[in-house]
Structure formats: structure tokens, C-alpha cells
């Protein structure tokens, strides 16, 4: 039967591949940095700081923890909760670099030069507190929203794998996708942007 | 439009934008709200709001196909893609053969497993995997080129001859039946899946790949609509091997009639239709289907599994050499007419007219009135039964009047061929009447005493037999009258005298009618509440309509169709 199949390869998979294990679990931390890299961006210091100074360092190892730990019943549960540590990861990131005491604090972004020039100005997080209402919001949404963000953002699966990996056709995850970046808009909205 | 409505629809729009935007194009508000001009402020808030959200959609385009893969296949071409990856032609240049490799969009390591399963599936119809390889990250899949084109290509040229649909199935389910017993489903059988070689040999392909298609699975209406119940469903449990035979019966059926079995628009109406509604038999479309095979595919499509086949019976049922290879009505296969060139044609043209003519497109059926599971006679619709004309036989119904007539008679069910009269029940003034052919005059009414109550359900019948004619009310015996000549000619019609002849017509409700063979009822009886479907049983109808039909309940198909007064 395909799903007792699919669950005795992932408790094999647990228990025994550790080849292919340790290849998903490097996938994984591969996604925390490159999103903490994207977060920091902004932050052209703090970037070149967390490259080298023990928060992200911190955050991969106890990442790694986290994946080596878990016994998965299905991909959907491991890439789900590969994406919560990341989003936590990435919040407690935020935290430290934000904040009267954050890293961060006297430290200048780069201006929103990276943000494209478009007429529509886009309303990708500026600032530590922007990414951590990001993060926050992403786990308020309906379950359903959430988990296709945590596969497709967070864990950077193509949509097709990310249908997949949830049991759902293209078209619902592409709807789910779209409701949630919608939702996530109205978030990020109230926070200025044009005086970073 | 309500609100649930109204989303579905903004959300529709804005992903017909997004498509659109993926490929490069900026499709104009004004232009993508042509239809539903209401909804344009809305829409294009919510496009703003996506465009300032675009720096979440880093999905990637596709990457190039490579050239070589493991220094061994030599990448020809793409053959084609889906949701679950890309499928190329490659020259596996050791063993000098081509090759089809699948690239599989997941980077799922784990697939692996499965896939190293898959490949010790062998079997003369399934695409074989040999090798599953890993280049540079990305890990591959060879199996089988197979030199054809797929049944979805071919269907799209028209409904197949019987045998080859027939013979072509039965391969296939051979094949499914082959894989269940090593424990593979399927998954996602549908027409694109089940490949033709150049000898017309089928291959069925990318097994178990398909990891999970159950569940919501789909919003596409053209994969939903080869999901079984139980997957959409999402009753796990249920689902194994029979949701594979129910997706290959409605493969069948799109073999056998070019059609689906739901005719709907919506991924939502396929899904009630497949958890809910019953399917028209595929003769309905095609009349060269026979009963047989029309209850073959039926059978596949049955909403639970345990009312389908396996994929040994399936073909077996297919392949059964009792089956009926064309069927006639029994007046021409008893003719003894030799049927040879124009004549056979002509006959049998004659045979498919008699058929019921399918709902015209351009004639919206009638409305039909159902209340407390009966249906509402008014005077504006009849129902015409495919049932020719004959005798012996009995007509049935469970009915309830409100009033009398006293000015025009009320058939109940009738075959009233103008100018002769037919085989009929009916009441005239309070009255049960039957109407009969009498051997030396084309007018025979048979009055009986019996009075029809008012406001009561009543069972009524006319037993139509060989030595007389019998009306029975509630059972009793009402009057008996000269035998009726077997004349066939017409069809039984349920709401007025005729087909030909739609006057008389019944008001009132009806809560079954049946006909049935012989003289079912000699002495005095209980009328059944509900009618069983017995081998005597031509034909039985509820309240069960269903897209301008009324569904005959007997399991014979003998469904009604709904036509305007």
C-alpha cells in the first residue's frame, strides 16, 4: 500500500538512510542561511557580522539539533517542522539584531537601494521589526496558508514539489499561495518603508 | 453572487494574472475584468497588493534541460510536462537505445526509495523503469521510450470502436491488476497516462510516481475528474486498488463516448457530481455501447470501492466470451430477417433512433417539481422511457390525486400511438381506466368502478396479459377487459397518453411507476411500498432526475427523459 509504503520508507529513512538524511538536513540549514543572509541583507554590517559572529552559527547548529532529532511520519510533518525552526531561527535572528540593545541598532541599511525601482513599491521587510511581524504573521495564518509558505518560502521547494509533498493538485497550492501573500500584505503595509 | 461565490471568483482572476505574469505577460485589469466589470476595483487592489508582494515568489523558471545525463544519456528532446516533473527523450549511448527519462521537479531525496521500488515492477503493459540515476543534485528516472502517442491523444479524435476500447481496457486493467498484487496503486489513471505504442499495444506509465494525488487533490478539473469518490473524498482508508479500476472505468467511458462521465464546468460541480450523482449510461452518447458493457463500466464506476471490480474481473468481464457483441431488439434478432449491407444499416439506424433522442442542447429541460421524494405532475412535462411498446406486460405507479377531472382523462403511463390507442392506465373522472389495442378497432377503453381517492397515495395497475386486461387498485381488483394486441411501434410514456400523442395529461404526483414483463399480477395483492427490482422489472422510476433524466432505479438503464408537454 502506498501510504503505509511511503511512511516505512520515512521511518526507514529516519532510522536507517543516513546518507539521505543528512543530504535534507543540509538542504534545510542551506534555507536558514539563505534566508537569514536575505533578512540581513539590508543590514550590510550585521551581515558581515552574523557571517562570522556566533548568532547564526548558534542558529544552524541548534538547527541541525532540531532535524537530527526528529522522527518523521511524512515529508509533509519534516518540511513543516524544518520550516517552524527556521522561521523561529529566523525571528530570534531578528530579535538580536533589533531592539535598543540589538546588534543592529546604530548601524545604517543600505537605504533600500536593493528594493527594486518600481513604480510599485514593494513591501519587503526592512527592518528587524518588519521581519519579525513577517515571521509572527506567517504563523498566525490558517493552517492550510501556512504550511504552503513554510514549503515554498521557507523551505524553497519549487510549487510543483511543494503540491506534492502536501497531497494537493498545483491549482489549490497556487490559491493557498496567493491567499496567504495577500494576507501577509496586509501586515507589512502599516510599516514605512520609504524611511528606512 | 454571494460572497463565497464572489471570492472564488476575485481569486480566480488573480490567478489567471499570475499565470499570465509568469509568462512574461502584464495582463490589463481592464481586460482581465471583462467579463465582471463589478469586481475590477477589488481585483486590482489585490493585483497591487500581489505586484508588492512579489519578492516572495522567487519560484524559479524551469531550468535548462541538460545536455548529457551521468556522461550516458544523451538529452534529445522534452516529450512533455506536468505537475509532477519533465519527461525528456535521451540516447542511452552504452546500450545504444532510446530512452525516456523522467526529471522529477521534487528534490525530494526520499522519492528515491519509492522509485528504486518502482523499478522492480515488471510487466509486458507497464513503462519499466531501469535506472534511477543522480547527476549533479538532480536524480533521474530511465525507463522505456515508448514510440507512439497517448490514449488521451487518441480519444481526442473521437470515441474508439467497441472492441479496441474494450480490448485496450482489459490490457490495461490486466496490467493494474498485476500491480496491485505486488501492492502499487496507481493513483492517476487518466488517458495521458496510458500510452499507445506504433502496434496499438497500451503501456501504462509513471506508476506510484504520482506520490499523492488523493485528497482536495485537485482543483483541476481534468484530473478530478478521474479521482474516485474515496480520494476525493480523502477517506484514506478506502482508498487501494479499486480507486485505480474507478479511475479506469471513467477512462472506459471516455473511450466508449469521447465524453466524461459529468458533464460539468467547474472542478467544485465535478466533485459533487462524483461523490453524489449517478452517471448516465455510456449508450446514452454512443449507442453502440451495449447493456452489457454499459453495466461493465457502471460497475467500475460505482461511488464505493467494494461495488467495483478488481483488475482480473474487470478484464474478464471485458474479455467474456458471453457477452452480446451488438444487441438487437428482441424483434429483430427473432425475425429471422437475414441482415446483409444497406438493409442491416438501415435497420440498424432504425434500432439507434429508437433510442432516446439526447437532451437538445438548445432545449433547456423542463422543470421538475420533486416533493417529498415524488415527483410533481403539472401538466407542462411527460416522461418518455426508451421501453417499446408491448405485451404482455404491467404498468404500475404509486400515485396521489388532488382532484377529478371530469372533462379529460389523466394517463398515468401510456403508449397512445394516434390514431390507434395503446397499452395505458389512467383515470377518467374518478375512475381507474386502462386503455387497450383491440384486435378489430383502434378504440378500447376498459372502465372499472374503482375510485381513485383523493389525497392518498394509491397504488394503481394495469396487467396487460395474455387472455385479458386486469386493472388493480391498492391490490384490489378492479375489473378485467379484452386482451390488448402486441403491438409495439412507440415508446411508454410516464405523465400522458403518448409519445406521439402528448395530451391526457397526468396532474398529480407520482412516487414510483414500473413496467415489467408478463403478467405480474394475477389474483389480488399487497402492493410493495417500494418496488423491488426483480428479473421481471423493465424499468422503475422514483423521484431520481438528474441533467433532464429521470434515472431508471432498476439497474437495466432504461432512464426517462424529461420532455415539455
Not at chain 2, 370 to 376: I, K, M, P, T
Not at chain 2, 498 to 516: C, Y
Request: net charge negative; with cysteine.
Amino acid at each position: 500500500m502506498p501510504h503505509t509504503t511511503e511512511l516505512q520508507n520515512w521511518l526507514d529513512l529516519s532510522n536507517a538512510e543516513g546518507e539521505l538524511r543528512a543530504e535534507i538536513i543540509e538542504h534545510t540549514l542551506d534555507r536558514l542561511r539563505v534566508l537569514a543572509s536575505k533578512m540581513l541583507g539590508r543590514f550590510p554590517r550585521v551581515r558581515r557580522w552574523a557571517e562570522t559572529d556566533d548568532v547564526l552559527q548558534d542558529s544552524i547548529i541548534r538547527l541541525h539539533r532540531a532535524l537530527a532529532e526528529v522522527r518523521p511520519e511524512s515529508p509533509r510533518q519534516f518540511y513543516g517542522l524544518a520550516a517552524t525552526q527556521i522561521r523561529r531561527e529566523l525571528i530570534d535572528l531578528a530579535r538580536k539584531h533589533d531592539g535598543p540593545e540589538g546588534i543592529g541598532k546604530n548601524h545604517h541599511t543600505d537605504d533600500g537601494k536593493a528594493v527594486r525601482q518600481t513604480a510599485t513599491k514593494s513591501v519587503e521587510p526592512e527592518s528587524m521589526e518588519a521581519w519579525e511581524a513577517f515571521h509572527n504573521q506567517v504563523d498566525s495564518l490558517p493552517a492550510d496558508q501556512r504550511e504552503v509558505v513554510e514549503l515554498v518560502w521557507y523551505d524553497g521547494m519549487k510549487q510543483p514539489a511543494a503540491a506534492d509533498v502536501l497531497g494537493i493538485s498545483l491549482a489549490t497550492l497556487k490559491r493557498r499561495w496567493q491567499a496567504a501573500r495577500l494576507t501577509l500584505f496586509e501586515t507589512l503595509k502599516d510599516f514605512d518603508f520609504t524611511n528606512e | 453572487m454571494n460572497d463565497a461565490s464572489r471570492d472564488d471568483r476575485i481569486a480566480d482572476l488573480l490567478l489567471r494574472w499570475e499565470v499570465e505574469r509568469e509568462r512574461g505577460n502584464d495582463l490589463p485589469i481592464d481586460q482581465l475584468c471583462a467579463e465582471c466589470p463589478e469586481l475590477r476595483d477589488e481585483v486590482e487592489q489585490k493585483v497591487e497588493a500581489l505586484k508588492r508582494m512579489a519578492w516572495m515568489s522567487g519560484d524559479a523558471e524551469e531550468p535548462p534541460l541538460p545536455e548529457v545525463i551521468v556522461g550516458r544519456y544523451k538529452v534529445e528532446r522534452l516529450l512533455g510536462q506536468g505537475g509532477h516533473g519533465r519527461v525528456v527523450l535521451a540516447f542511452d549511448t552504452e546500450l545504444e537505445r532510446r530512452v525516456a527519462i523522467k526529471i522529477p521537479h521534487s528534490p525530494l531525496a526520499p522519492l528515491r526509495v519509492e522509485a528504486r521500488r518502482i523499478a522492480k515492477l515488471r510487466h509486458d503493459n507497464i513503462v519499466a523503469v531501469h535506472d534511477i540515476v543522480e547527476d549533479d543534485g538532480q536524480w533521474f528516472l530511465v525507463g522505456d521510450f515508448i514510440d507512439g502517442q497517448s490514449l488521451a491523444d487518441l480519444i481526442a479524435a473521437g470515441p474508439l470502436e467497441i472492441e479496441k476500447a474494450t480490448s485496450l481496457i482489459a490490457t490495461v486493467a490486466e496490467a493494474l491488476h498485476h500491480a496491485h498484487e505486488q501492492g502499487f496503486i496507481h493513483r492517476d489513471i487518466k488517458p495521458p497516462n496510458i500510452l499507445i505504442d506504433a502496434n496499438g499495444k497500451p503501456f501504462l506509465t509513471d506508476f506510484g510516481i504520482a506520490v499523492s494525488t488523493d485528497e482536495e487533490s485537485s482543483d483541476n478539473l481534468g484530473t478530478v475528474a478521474y479521482m474516485s469518490p474515496e480520494q476525493i473524498a480523502g477517506e484514506k482508508q478506502l482508498i487501494g486498488p479499486r480507486s485505480d479500476i474507478y479511475s479506469l472505468g471513467v477512462v472506459l467511458y471516455e473511450c466508449l463516448t469521447g465524453k466524461l462521465p459529468y458533464q460539468v464546468d467547474t472542478p467544485l460541480t465535478a466533485r459533487e457530481s462524483v461523490l453524489f450523482r449517478h452517471q448516465l449510461p455510456p449508450s446514452t452518447w454512443n449507442g453502440q455501447v451495449g447493456k452489457w458493457l454499459n453495466r461493465i463500466c457502471l460497475h467500475c464506476l460505482s461511488k464505493h470501492p467494494e461495488g467495483r471490480y478488481s483488475g482480473k474481473a474487470l478484464a474478464e468481464a471485458l474479455r467474456s466470451p458471453e457477452r452480446e457483441p451488438f444487441e438487437l431488439p428482441s424483434w429483430l434478432k427473432t425475425s429471422g430477417v437475414f441482415l446483409c449491407g444497406a438493409m442491416a444499416t438501415l435497420l440498424v439506424s432504425f434500432f439507434l433512433n429508437f433510442e432516446p433522442e439526447l437532451p437538445v442542447e438548445a432545449e433547456k429541460p423542463p422543470t421538475v417539481i420533486v416533493e417529498n421524494d415524488a415527483l410533481v405532475f403539472d401538466g407542462s412535462y411527460r416522461i418518455v422511457t426508451p421501453v417499446e411498446r408491448f405485451a404482455p406486460c404491467t404498468l404500475e405507479a404509486w400515485i396521489m390525486i388532488e382532484d377529478y377531472d371530469n372533462e379529460h382523462p389523466r394517463f398515468i403511463i401510456g403508449s397512445d400511438l394516434a390514431p390507434r390507442f395503446g397499452n395505458s392506465l389512467g383515470i377518467i373522472g374518478a375512475g381507474l381506466v386502462a386503455e387497450y389495442i383491440p384486435t378489430d378497432s383502434q378504440q378500447g377503453i376498459i372502465f372499472s368502478d374503482a375510485t381513485v381517492p383523493l389525497n392518498e397515495w394509491t397504488h394503481v395497475a394495469a396487467v396487460f396479459g395474455e387472455t385479458e386486461t386486469r386493472l388493480y387498485l391498492d391490490g384490489k381488483h378492479a375489473v378485467s377487459g379484452p386482451a390488448t394486441k402486441p403491438l409495439g411501434g412507440t415508446r411508454f410514456v410516464i405523465g400522458c397518453v403518448g409519445d406521439t400523442n402528448p395530451i391526457d395529461s397526468f396532474i398529480g404526483k407520482v412516487r414510483s411507476a414500473r413496467i415489467s414483463e408478463g403478467e405480474r399480477y394475477f389474483t389480488e395483492f399487497t402492493p410493495d411500498e417500494s418496488f423491488e427490482n426483480d428479473t421481471a422489472t423493465l424499468a422503475s422510476y422514483s423521484h431520481d432526475v438528474h441533467e433532464g433524466r429521470v434515472l431508471d432505479i432498476s439497474g437495466n438503464e432504461q432512464h426517462g427523459i424529461l420532455r415539455r408537454k
